[in-house]
C-alpha cells in the first residue's frame, strides 16, 4: 500500500526514475534515464566500489599474495559455492558473494554466483559478447516453446548502441548465425589456432571458427577516451577490476556517464524489499528499501521503476512484492512468475595435445579465445535434441606446471620446465537449455535472510535434451580435434550444477500473450506498465550466446521506451 | 595509442601507480614460523626444495625463496588436513633413504648426493598419490611465483600491452611467468 502523500520526507525520497540494481543492465538503464534528462535513483544493495579506487588488487604481482593467489582451505570451507566459481580467488574474493551471510534453499542443486556491490558482477563477468541472431529470437516459436515479442531487426540498432560505447573488439565475419556489430579491431590467433581453424572449417564446412568478440578496448576510440578509458594492457587480470578502464564495467562506464548529468543518486547498501504498488492508479509508486547496515526500512517513490537485480533477485523482487491486487507478487496474474528459468549447458569439454610447432610462441595475455557460432538445428530440427551450442576453444604452450607431473630434480629439471613445454588445445561448450515450466524459483516460506525477506528456494534441473545435447557436442568436439590431428584426446562431463554457467535467465519473461508472459514487448510489465524488467529475467530463451549484450541492449532500449512514454503522458 | 601513452593516460593519471608503490612487500621469510614445524624440518624442505630447483647462472634456487617455510605454510592453509601427514612422513623418509644410502643426514650431503637420493625416492612406488609430489608441487608453485622464481628463471611481463600471437621462439627463450 502506498503511503506517498504522507511519508516523511516524500519530496526528498522522489525521483523521476528509480532502477533497482547497479550491474551490467542496471548501468545502462541509469546511463539512459539520466541522459534523457530523469532524475534517477540507482539503489545498490551492497557496498560502493569506486572505479579504481576500489580495486585493490588490480596492480598486485604473484608474490604479493599471501596465498600465491590460491584460495586458503578456511574460505573454499566457509564458501562452497562461491568457491566453484572459475574466477573466486584470493585475488577477487572481494567482489564474490559469501555463502553464509546470503543463503538460499536448493530444491534442487544450483550454483548461485552473486556479486553484491556497486557494478554488481559486471566487475567480474567474462566479458565475452556477442548478438543473438534471427534464429535465436525465432527459434522458441519454431520448436514450440515460447514466443519472443521482439525481432533481431527490432534489436539490432540498440545492439550498435551499446557496443560503440561500451566497445567491442571483433572480426567482421559476416555470418548469419553471428551478425557483426560495431567492432575495434579483433585480437589475434595464435599458430596453433590458426591451424586449427584452417583444419576444422576446411573438414566440416559450415562450422565456423571466429575469434572471441569481448567488450576490450583494442583500440579505444573518442566515445572511450572521453569516459577516461584506455587501450587494453592484454594483463587478463580482469577480475580484479581493470585499473585502465580497458573492459567495460558499470563502474568504468555507465554509472560515470549516469553521474556527469548530475541527474544520478546512487545509493548503496540499500535492498529493496518490494516494488510498492498503488490500488488507485494501477501503477508501482514506490519501492521498500531496507538499509543493508541499520536494516531501517525506508520508501522512495519514481513514477517509472526498472528492476534490474539480477535474474534471480529479480524473480526474488517481483514475488515478494505483494499486495490486495497482485497476493502472489507483482503482475503474477497467473502464476508464472518464477518459472520458465533457464541457463546454459557447460557439462562438455574436451582437451588434447597437438605436436609440432616447437619455435612459434606468443607474448600479451588475451583476455577472449577462439569461438564457433552454433551450427546445430540452425534452419530446421535436425537433431534427437532441441536448440544447439556455441563452442569455445584456443590452444597454449604448457609453462612451468608442466613440471608438476614430470620426474626429475637438478639444474637439468629447471631448464627444462622453464622452457614453453607442449602445446595443448581444449575445446568447451555453451549450450542452449529450453526453458522449463516446472523449472522455478520460489520464496521460501519460512526461512528469511538477515533483512527479515523471504530466502529464494531454486528448483531448476537439467533434463533429458541437455543430456543428449551434452554427447552431441563432445561427439563433434572429438571429430574436429582428430581433424586437427591432436593427440591424446580427453573429453569430459564436468557434471557442473545449473547456476555455475552464471547465465541464469528467465521467470519474467517476455511475450506477446499477457496470459503467458510476464513482460511486454518493451520489458514493461503487463499488469504493471511502469515497471521495466531489462535483467536475465526478461529473456523468453537463452540462445547459445553470452547473455550481458543482449541485457544492455534490452535496457537501453526499454530506458528510451519509458522516456517517450511519460512524455506523451502514458506512465 | 602506444603502451607508454596508455599507460600514461590512464594508469598514472588515476593513481594507479601510486598504488602499485604502496603495495607490502610480503615475503615468506617474514611470516610466523608454523606451529609444530621444527627449525630442523623446515630447513630441511628448505634444502630438498632447493634441490629440486637448484640456483643456476641466470636465477637463484628455491632455497633463497625460504620454499621451506612456504611449503609448511601452504599445505597447512591451502591442501586438506592429511597433506601435513603426507609431508611429515616425505621429510622422515628422504631423511632415511640418505641415511642408509649414504649414511649420513641428508643436510649432510653434498648437492650430487642429494639429487640422486630425491631421484630413487620420487621413482620408488607408492600407494597412492607419491608424497613427493606434495612437495615438488608446493616448491614449483612457491618458487615460480615468488619474485626472483617469476622474473628471473621465467619472463615476467606485468602489462604486456598487447597480444602477439606468433613469435619466433629462440632456443634460450624462458616461459611466461603469467
Known amino acids: ?571 | 595509442m602506444n603502451r607508454r601513452e596508455a599507460l600514461r593516460q590512464t594508469a598514472l593519471a588515476a593513481g594507479a601507480a601510486a598504488l602499485w608503490a604502496s603495495l607490502p612487500a610480503r615475503t615468506w621469510a617474514a611470516l610466523a614460523a608454523p606451529a609444530g614445524w621444527s627449525a630442523t624440518d623446515e630447513a630441511l624442505l628448505t634444502l630438498i626444495g632447493d634441490t629440486i630447483i637448484p640456483a643456476t647462472a641466470t636465477s637463484p634456487g628455491a632455497g633463497a625463496v625460504a620454499i621451506g617455510r612456504f611449503i609448511i605454510t601452504q599445505a597447512t592453509e591451502f591442501y586438506p588436513p592429511q597433506s601435513i601427514d603426507t609431508l611429515r612422513r616425505a621429510v622422515l623418509e628422504i631423511d632415511a633413504a640418505s641415511r642408509q644410502r649414504f649414511n649420513q643426514s641428508f643436510a649432510a650431503l653434498s648437492v650430487a648426493e642429494r639429487e640422486q637420493v630425491l631421484t630413487a625416492y620420487e621413482a620408488a612406488r607408492q600407494s597412492g598419490t607419491h608424497p613427493f609430489r606434495l612437495i615438488k608441487e608446493l616448491t614449483l608453485l612457491g618458487y615460480f611465483t615468488s619474485e626472483p622464481g617469476a622474473t628471473q628463471a621465467l619472463r615476467y611481463d606485468p602489462i604486456p600491452g598487447s597480444f602477439n600471437g606468433s613469435l619466433k621462439l629462440a632456443p634460450t627463450d624462458r616461459s611466461w611467468a603469467l
Open chain 1, 1 to 571: 500500500m502506498t503511503n506517498h502523500p504522507t511519508t516523511p520526507g516524500a519530496r526528498e525520497h522522489t525521483f523521476d526514475a528509480i532502477v533497482i540494481g547497479s550491474g551490467i543492465s542496471g548501468g545502462w538503464a541509469a546511463k539512459e534515464l539520466c541522459e534523457a534528462g530523469l532524475r534517477t535513483l540507482v539503489l545498490e544493495r551492497g557496498r560502493d566500489v569506486k572505479h579504481r579506487d576500489d580495486y585493490p588488487t588490480a596492480l598486485k604481482n604473484p608474490w604479493d599474495f599471501s596465498h600465491r593467489n590460491k584460495t586458503p582451505r578456511a574460505v573454499v570451507t566457509a564458501n562452497p559455492i562461491a568457491k566453484k566459481c572459475y574466477a573466486f580467488d584470493e585475488a577477487t574474493a572481494h567482489f564474490f558473494v559469501k555463502d553464509d551471510e546470503h543463503p538460499y534453499v536448493q530444491d534442487r542443486p544450483f550454483d548461485w554466483i552473486r556479486g553484491y556491490q556497486v557494478g554488481g558482477k559486471s566487475l567480474i563477468w567474462a566479458r565475452q559478447t556477442q548478438r543473438w541472431s534471427r534464429f535465436d529470437f525465432e527459434g522458441p516459436a519454431r520448436d514450440g516453446f515460447g514466443e519472443w515479442p521482439i525481432t533481431y531487426d527490432e534489436l539490432a540498432p540498440w545492439y550498435s548502441h551499446v557496443e560503440r560505447f561500451a566497445g567491442i573488439s571483433g572480426n567482421y565475419d559476416g555470418l548469419e548465425t553471428l551478425p557483426d556489430g560495431e567492432f575495434l579491431p579483433a585480437w589475434e590467433m595464435n599458430d596453433v589456432e590458426k591451424h586449427a581453424q584452417g583444419k576444422i572449417m576446411g573438414a566440416f564446412p559450415g562450422r565456423h571458427v571466429i575469434q572471441g568478440r569481448c567488450a576490450h578496448l583494442t583500440a579505444p576510440q573518442p566515445q572511450h577516451l572521453a569516459q577516461n578509458r584506455g587501450q587494453c594492457q592484454a594483463r587478463n587480470l580482469c577480475y580484479r577490476g581493470c585499473p585502465f578502464g580497458a573492459y567495460f564495467s558499470s563502474n568504468s562506464a555507465t554509472l560515470p556517464a549516469a553521474a556527469a548529468t548530475g541527474r544520478l543518486t546512487l545509493r548503496p547498501h540499500s535492498v529493496v524489499e518490494s516494488i510498492l504498488h498503488d490500488p488507485a492508479t494501477g501503477r508501482a509508486s514506490g519501492v521498500r528499501v531496507i538499509d543493508a547496515v541499520t536494516k531501517q526500512a525506508t520508501e522512495f517513490f519514481a513514477r517509472v521503476i526498472f528492476a534490474n537485480a539480477s535474474c534471480l533477485n529479480t524473480n526474488l523482487l517481483l514475488l515478494n512484492s505483494t499486495s490486495a491486487r497482485f497476493p502472489a507478487g507483482l503482475g503474477n496474474d497467473h502464476g508464472l512468475l518464477g518459472r520458465y528459468v533457464a541457463f546454459h549447458n557447460y557439462r562438455g569439454s574436451l582437451s588434447a595435445s597437438v605436436e609440432g610447432f616447437e619455435d612459434s610462441y606468443y607474448s600479451g595475455r588475451r583476455p577472449t579465445q577462439l569461438m564457433m557460432p552454433n551450427f546445430r538445428n540452425v534452419r530446421k530440427q535436425e537433431t534427437d535434441f532441441q536448440r544447439g551450442y556455441m563452442v569455445f576453444f584456443g590452444a597454449s604452450r604448457a609453462g612451468w606446471q608442466q613440471g608438476n607431473h614430470a620426474p626429475g630434480v637438478g639444474a637439468a629439471f629447471k631448464d627444462r620446465i622453464t622452457r614453453p613445454g607442449p602445446w595443448g588445445i581444449y575445446m568447451m561448450m555453451q549450450g542452449e537449455t529450453v526453458p522449463r515450466k516446472e523449472n522455478h524459483v520460489r520464496l521460501s516460506s519460512d526461512r528469511k535472510d538477515a533483512w527479515g525477506i523471504p530466502q529464494l528456494v531454486t528448483s531448476i534441473g537439467y533434463d533429458d535434451n541437455d543430456e543428449k545435447l551434452l554427447r552431441d557436442f563432445l561427439a563433434r568436439g572429438q571429430e574436429m580435434l582428430e581433424a586437427v590431428g591432436a593427440k591424446k584426446i580427453t573429453a569430459r562431463d564436468s557434471k557442473q550444477n545449473p547456476g555455475l554457467d552464471i547465465h541464469e535467465m528467465g521467470g519474467v519473461r517476455m511475450g506477446h500473450d499477457s496470459k503467458t508472459s510476464l513482460l511486454n514487448r518493451w520489458n514493461q510489465l503487463h499488469a504493471c506498465a511502469n515497471v521495466f524488467v531489462t535483467d536475465g529475467a526478461c529473456m523468453t530463451s537463452t540462445g547459445t550466446q553470452n547473455p550481458s549484450l543482449t541485457f544492455m541492449a534490452l535496457a537501453a532500449r526499454a530506458a528510451q521506451h519509458a522516456v517517450a512514454e511519460l512524455k506523451k503522458g502514458n506512465l
